[in-house]
């Protein structure tokens, strides 16, 4: 019998080279795709990832762990290189840098098993051509990180521009997510809660945005924010993949948008504590979100 998935995340997998602000480095496999995964697949969901990368790198398929059936190696002639310097002890002041990138993930990529969800886990502006968000869209629904569309590589620096098409694109996404910074480049907002209401009223469904504070979710009727509860922020890298990949896990099994913010922003409080992708279980995250609290 043909598997059937609740999500699937579609993305460019990375060799990563992260340089802490005391200058230790670590070197580890990386990219949204990564993180997204192992988060989504703690709430029991069926997920499934499809990994863009050189077939000489198939070995990034083991950072997703689970079973290997249900992931794929959807080849490129590079895979992405990314350097991250972070300057402060909280992660948030950092420097992107990529030495290479990988090819875009056209629709002819795209497994065509029986899906809920298609989330599109970018990395960089070109990780995703035109047509492919409109191809998802024709199978179900559809979910995007905005850094996909908005961090271009540019000689090897990160710059971040406006997304030209968002007008066009948002109305096709039924959950976006964005960190702050992201959020106002989209709308010109700092205000997190004003930003996620413009992002809704330009089509976006459901909008969650991701803050060193806090987690917000707004589906346009319902606005909840959840304070983050590390106790430390080694992980860092990955916040952001944590909490969406978990919330949208939680959203395709029927929770609602409460209990999935609840849950995601637990997932995402120990995740910060400690480098590299997810590994806990769901009853983990259940006994942690019982001492997180909304804020709104």
């Not at 499934?48 to 959807?74: N, S």
């Not at 098409?165 to 907002?189: C, H, Q, S």
């Amino acid at each position: 019998m043909e598997k059937q998935y609740d999500l699937m995340i579609l993305g460019p997998a990375t060799r990563d080279e992260n340089i802490d602000y005391t200058g230790e480095i670590d070197r580890c496999v990386g990219g949204a795709v990564t993180f997204c995964t192992p988060a989504a697949r703690s709430t029991g969901a069926k997920v499934f990832a499809g990994v863009k990368a050189a077939p000489e790198d198939a070995d990034v398929l083991i950072a997703l762990g689970g079973d290997p059936a249900d992931a794929a190696l959807l080849p490129s002639a590079k895979t992405t290189l990314m350097r991250n310097e972070y300057f402060t002890p909280d992660r948030e002041r950092r420097k992107g840098t990529c030495l290479a990138q990988s090819d875009p993930i056209t629709p002819e990529d795209v497994p065509e098993f029986p899906c809920k969800l298609y989330h599109l886990a970018g990395l960089l502006y070109g990780d995703f051509p035109r047509g492919l968000m409109e191809a998802l869209h024709a199978r179900g629904l559809v979910s995007a990180d905005a850094q996909g569309f908005l961090r271009h590589n540019e000689g090897g620096s990160m710059c971040f521009h406006d997304w030209a098409d968002k007008l066009e694109y948002l109305p096709m996404l039924d959950f976006l997510k964005t960190d702050a910074a992201e959020a106002e480049i989209l709308t010109g907002l700092t205000d997190r809660a004003e930003a996620a209401r413009v992002l809704h009223g330009w089509g976006a469904k459901e909008v969650v945005i991701s803050h060193n504070s806090e987690m917000l979710a707004y589906d346009g009727v319902t606005m909840k924010t959840c304070p983050i509860k590390s106790r430390n922020l080694s992980g860092r890298t990955g916040r952001g993949d944590t909490v969406f990949g978990s919330y949208l896990a939680m959203r395709m099994l029927g929770n609602s948008l409460e209990e999935s913010l609840l849950y995601a922003t637990a997932c995402c409080s120990l995740k910060m504590e400690t480098p590299g992708a997810f590994r806990g279980t769901i009853n983990w995250c259940l006994v942690i979100s019982k001492h997180v609290t909304f804020l709104l």
